[in-house]
Antibody
Framework: EVQLLESGGGLVQPGGSLRLSCAAS????????MSWVRQAPGKGLEWVSS????????YYADPVKGRFTLSRDNSKNRLYLQMNSLRAEDTAIYYC???????????WGQGTLVTVSS | DIQMTQSPSSLSASVGDRVTITCQAS??????LHWYQQKPGKAPKLLIH???NLEPGVPSRFSGSGSGTDFTFTISNLQPEDIATYYC????????FGGGTKVEIK
């Protein structure tokens, strides 16, 4: 069974930075596109960013473009989301997910909570 | 950007009822439409991919149909364990979710 474990969430002030990490196991990580999806408290799902299996191409949703950077280390089976210039509206649970063919999210982690507040 | 309009936003039905949720895309999405179930406090779960393909292990009372811009998700025989919020998602041009439909038992 695929396992995804997110970490790195927490409380950060507006304008601050945070790096999320997702540890993957029980599948061939280097061949699998990956994504982050977030969910603000009491709200719906919002796609944030996706990256190809090799890590050579990444896509971003407009609200995070230029502030967030998605990367992966296939030697460590880890996915990272560097989040800069954080805003209150970035407050959400951030889920790491495998992304079949960069189309659908077939396995999900349990999420890590990011709170942006002064 | 492709917008996904999901309706209704919530519904209440009895055990055994047939439940239908619709999802409309702002442009043709070539059947790149997927459905998820999210139970309270849990991560979402993929139920159906590419409009009508059931994921392994998902009960056959769940089904999906549609093409182009208009899609439908159906639970044919609502069970108590189906209480959840359901989301559609397109992947024809980047990735976008619908607003979600909260399903409750009457």
């Amino acid at each position: 069974e695929v396992q995804l474990l997110e970490s790195g969430g927490g409380l950060v002030q507006p304008g601050g930075s945070l790096r999320l990490s997702c540890a993957a196991s029980r599948f061939t990580f280097s061949t699998y596109p990956m994504s982050w999806v977030r969910q603000a408290p009491g709200k719906g799902l919002e796609w944030v960013s996706s990256i190809s299996g090799s890590g050579d191409i990444a896509y971003y949703a407009d609200p995070v473009k230029g502030r967030f950077t998605l990367s992966r280390d296939n030697s460590k089976n880890r996915l990272y989301l560097q989040m800069n210039s954080l805003r209150a509206e970035d407050t959400a649970i951030y889920y790491c997910a495998t992304t079949w063919d960069l189309h659908r999210f077939d396995y999900w982690g349990q999420g890590t909570l990011v709170t942006v507040s002064s | 950007d492709i917008q996904m309009t999901q309706s209704p936003s919530s519904l209440s039905a009895s055990v055994g009822d047939r439940v239908t949720i619709t999802c409309q895309a702002s442009q043709d999405i070539n059947n790149y439409l997927h459905w998820y179930q999210q139970k309270p406090g849990k991560a979402p779960k993929l139920l159906i991919h590419d409009a009508s393909n059931l994921e392994p292990g998902v009960p056959s009372r769940f089904s999906g149909s549609g093409s182009g811009t208009d899609f439908t998700f159906t639970i044919s025989n609502l069970q108590p364990e189906d209480i959840a919020t359901y989301y559609c998602q397109q992947s024809d041009n980047l990735l976008t979710f619908g607003g979600g439909t909260k399903v409750e038992i009457k």
